[in-house]
T-cell receptor, first 110, second 113 residues
């Protein structure tokens, strides 16, 4: 079983739509959680960290459910520039290793 | 500007040759990582190092080797023993602390001819 699982998509949505991605992780020892954005043929870049209380950054909202071991990312009012692959990442602190999901591809259409 | 640099950006190798990918960081981070990414897939951990002169195998270490002689540098050698080395290679570092995020270099795209 993979450490981190994501729906690969693609999610094809019109501009202005709201879209949600989910991610599940298998190791209950996971302690830090992140969403990264990766554009085609580029390196991943941090979109936001995910905290137990949930957090919001503009149009982006991240939630963590430790009991069910899943993480979510909500994007409101989608822009063309949001088109990318979104990677779910968890960190197991004791080993300082990071586990990446395979990514969810988002295509925002005009 | 602080960051991670990788070189070269593109690398072509003949079968049977060893090649070394460079990774340098000036973020003063202790931990450094090498990942491999294949088309349409996530990142897989090759090797990581928590401190100078120490490193551990990741999930797909066979056919690769690393060294960590300096805090700033973590070069990766792709040996001829690596059966399918064509991939996108990403180096990352992590400073720990409250944010604990990883920072990535721009990557090296290796193609075996």
């Amino acid at each position: 079983r993979k450490e981190v699982e994501q729906d690969p998509g693609p999610f094809n949505v019109p501009e202005g739509a709201t879209v949600a991605f989910n991610c599940t992780y298998s190791n209950s020892a996971s302690q830090s959680f992140f969403w990264y954005r990766q554009d085609c043929r580029k390196e991943p870049k941090l979109l936001m960290s995910v905290y137990s209380s949930g957090n919001e950054d503009g149009r982006f909202t991240a939630q963590l459910n430790r009991a069910s071991q899943y993480i979510s990312l909500l994007i409101r009012d989608s822009k063309l520039s949001d088109s990318a692959t979104y990677l779910c990442v968890v960190n197991i602190y004791n080993f300082n290793k990071f586990y990446f999901g395979s990514g969810t591809k988002l295509n925002v259409k005009p | 500007d602080g960051g991670i640099t990788q070189s070269p950006k593109y690398l072509f190798r003949k079968e049977g040759q060893n090649v070394t990918l460079s990774c340098e960081q000036n973020l003063n981070h202790d931990a450094m990582y090498w990942y491999r990414q294949d088309p349409g897939q996530g990142l897989r951990l090759i090797y990581y190092s928590q401190i100078v002169n120490d490193f551990q195998k990741g999930d797909i270490a066979e056919g690769y080797s690393v060294s960590r002689e300096k805090k700033e540098s973590f070069p990766l050698t792709v040996t001829s023993a690596q059966k399918n080395p064509t991939a996108f290679y990403l180096c990352a570092s992590n400073g720990g602390g409250a944010s604990n995020e990883q920072f990535f270099g721009p990557g090296t795209r290796l193609t075996v001819l």
